[in-house]
Structure formats: structure tokens, C-alpha cells
């Protein structure tokens, strides 16, 4: 059976969106000339300042688009659905955002999105624009904690950028945004749930399945395989189960403060994650760590997958104040700018 989708053309339907997001926020986004799938902050590029540039496969909207603006990603390099960008896009976004001071490259850990972006730099490099990188590895399901460079970037992209980003505003160098980049990687975990599939606008079929009762824990946002598929339980239990794998890595002590996100895949309604989000502050009361930030909604979703994760950044007082830092962008505001 296929699924329904307001779309024209599947071949096209990142194209149309890209058109669409331009045409809605001008004010904060543009395309780079002769490359469309190359967008670049309005306000944000600036001589003497590093570059950040993010990006990789459409379908997790608000990822990666969301987060370009002043004070968070200069630059989003966009591919298909589900597949990283090549790497014109991506050179063209670094030479648009390009101070002076370096590029920074932040994406999730996907051997194409790896393959592609490293490309870019060496490309770069020939034109004397220093480009590095830093992967972000916080999806705790998808490797053991002795090989966390392995992992998955998910969900904690949204904290990772967001931090990355204001050490770019507040005109870090290179290497200290790289240093605070790959600090707030570490201290980002990640764990999900899905409880039904998503389906991609050029099949309009499920790209896997789960029964009418089941649901899967630590499944990846296109559809890789988790680590234990069940009966589908109560909110509660899930909520329990995903934050007990965190806590379990993260070695929080009383005292300690984080910031939470409680995520939607895509389909999830506010309703279910504010249910979740609950049990996340009953939880963390009970450990006596303190949430100093809290966000709930449609962050990084995959397509209309059901399900959610649960994100925590294990914050020292840098990484606060990186956090805190006003940013304006499309789809993500804080601070100043969110007032």
C-alpha cells in the first residue's frame, strides 16, 4: 500500500521545499548563485570570523536548513532525501561563509556525508581556504561507548550546532571552535524509539517494518536497525528506558545541570512528547540533576517516522553560556533574537 504525501514529483520535492523555505524567509536565508542546494545565512558571514558550515540528506527538516542564521550555522550544504549533499554544494557553502579564519564542518557520522565533506576540503585546501571537521557521535544506540567514533550523529545535532555556532559569533578561532565543537560532542548522548515507519516521496512505501504493536528502541533516523525491538509499552517505561541508557554513559552527579531535548521523528504529537517530557524532569528531579534548558517539538525528525528520542547535553559553564548565546534563524531562535 503507499502512503499519501502533498508533494507534485517525488524527484523534485527537495527542490520545491528548498524554493518554498527561500520564499518564506528571505530575511534570514539566500542561495549561493548557480548552486541551489548551497544555502547561506543572511545575517552571520563576516570577515575574520570562522565559518560553520552543517549539512547532509533532506528529510529530517528542521535539520539542517532550520539552524542557518546569526549566531548558530553561517551555511548548509543539502542533498536528497536521506543522502548527503556531493561535494559542490558543500564547497560552494564554504567559499559563501569563507572570513578568513577557517571553515568548520559539522555533520552527522555517515560514511557518505564523511566521504563527500572530506572531498570538499581537500578541494578547498587548493584554494587556500582551511577547512576541518568535527562529526558529531551522539546517538548512544548505534556503537558501544568504547567506540563512540563510530556512532551516529542524531538528534543532539541541535546542541552540538547550537554551541559550535556561538563560538563562531562571539569570533573563537579555529581551533578553539573545533576544541569547544568536539567538547560539546562528547558531552551529548542521544537514545530513541520508533514506533512506526516513514516513507520516502520517490516510493511513497515504508521503509521498514514494525507490527500494529510493536516498537523499536534505538532505531536510526533512516531507518537503521536498533538494539531491541518489543511489545510497545507505556510512555513512562519508554521514557524510563531511553533515559536510564543515557544516564547510564553519562555519569552525572547531584548537583549537575543539562540541557534536554524530548524530540518528535516526524509524526509524534506534542501531546505524547510533553507526556514524555514529564517523566524526563521526575526523573532527573530524582537524581538531582538540574535542567537548565528544555526544548520539545520537531527537531530532527525523519520524514513522518512515529516516535521520539530524548537528547541530554551534559553542560559545564562554557557550554551554558554557548548554549545561551542569542542565535536568529529560521526554524530555531534563542536568547535576545528569540524575543
Not at 42 to 47: D, H, K, V
Request: aromatic fraction near 4%.
Amino acid at each position: 500500500m503507499k502512503t499519501k504525501k502533498l508533494i507534485n514529483d517525488g524527484a523534485a520535492a527537495v527542490d520545491e521545499m528548498l524554493a518554498g523555505i527561500l520564499a518564506a524567509h528571505p530575511r534570514h536565508l539566500r542561495v549561493v548563485e548557480g548552486s541551489p542546494r548551497s544555502i547561506v545565512a543572511n545575517e552571520g558571514p563576516r570577515p575574520g570570523k570562522v565559518g560553520l558550515v552543517i549539512g547532509g540528506g533532506s528529510g529530517h527538516e528542521p535539520t539542517f536548513l532550520g539552524f542557518v542564521g546569526k549566531g548558530l550555522a553561517d551555511a548548509a550544504a543539502i542533498g536528497n532525501v536521506f543522502a548527503s549533499p556531493p561535494p559542490d554544494p558543500i564547497i560552494e557553502c564554504a567559499k559563501a561563509v569563507d572570513g578568513g579564519a577557517g571553515v568548520l564542518f559539522m555533520y552527522g557520522n555517515y560514511a557518505g556525508d564523511v566521504m563527500n565533506f572530506d572531498m570538499a576540503a581537500e578541494m578547498l585546501a587548493m584554494d587556500d581556504i582551511e577547512a576541518r571537521t568535527v562529526l558529531t557521535t551522539d546517538d548512544v544506540a548505534s556503537a558501544p561507548i568504547e567506540q563512540r567514533e563510530r556512532r551516529r550523529g542524531v538528534a543532539g545535532n541541535v546542541f552540538i550546532f547550537k554551541a559550535a555556532g556561538a563560538a563562531c559569533d562571539l569570533m573563537y578561532s579555529l581551533d578553539e571552535v573545533e576544541r569547544v565543537a568536539r567538547w560539546a560532542n562528547d558531552r551529548t548522548y542521544t537514545m530513541g524509539v520508533a514506533l512506526s515507519p516513514c516513507s520516502l516521496p520517490q516510493t511513497l512505501k515504508p521503509n521498514f517494518q514494525l507490527g500494529d504493536d510493536e516498537m523499536e528502541i534505538g532505531m536510526g533516523i533512516h531507518g537503521e536497525p536498533g538494539v531491541a525491538r518489543g511489545p510497545l509499552k507505556p510512555a513512562d517505561q519508554v521514557t524510563s528506558e531511553l533515559l536510564d541508557r543515557i544516564l547510564g554513559e553519562m555519569k552525572a552527579e547531584r548537583g549537575d545541570r543539562v540541557a534536554v531535548l524530548v524530540n518528535s521523528l516526524g509524526s509524534t504529537p506534542l501531546m505524547e512528547l510533553y507526556i514524555m517530557m514529564r517523566k524526563v524532569k521526575m526523573m532527573l528531579d530524582a537524581a538531582g540533576i538540574e535542567i537548565h534548558l528544555s526544548l520539545v517539538g520537531n527537531y530532527c525528525t525523519s520524514l513522518e517516522m512515529a516516535g521520539a528520542s530524548i537528547t541530554l547535553m551534559h553542560l559545564d559553564d562554557e557550554l551554558q553560556r554557548l548554549i545561551d548565546h542569542p542565535c536568529d534563524c529560521v526554524m530555531f531562535r534563542s536568547g535576545e533574537a528569540s524575543r
